[in-house]
């Protein structure tokens, strides 16, 4: 049992707080890199992501970021741009 709500975020918010587009979301979903929604109807047709499933992917993706600059050394001249 939960002992606190957990925000749900639809499909148009994600994008402000992933930077990613709608399609990019939708496809990462379909290959299993991005968190599945949770169905808000019996229908199915409403959709929500759980606030702790995206959490958990962007520490994910902060984690894989880390990893690969432990591989490939100090880094030379900050941000790309």
Do not use: C
């Not at 599945?36 to 929500?48: C, D, T, W, Y």
């Amino acid at each position: 049992m939960l002992s606190t709500l957990n925000r749900v975020y639809r499909l148009g918010e994600l994008p402000q707080f992933v930077g990613l587009r709608r399609t990019q979301i939708s496809q990462l979903v379909k290959a299993g890199q991005f968190p599945k929604p949770i169905s808000l109807s019996p229908s199915g047709r409403a959709v929500a992501w759980l606030e702790s499933d995206l959490i958990a992917w962007q520490a994910s993706r902060i984690a894989a970021r880390t990893q690969e600059a432990a591989k490939s050394g100090p880094q030379h001249g900050g941000l790309v741009g």
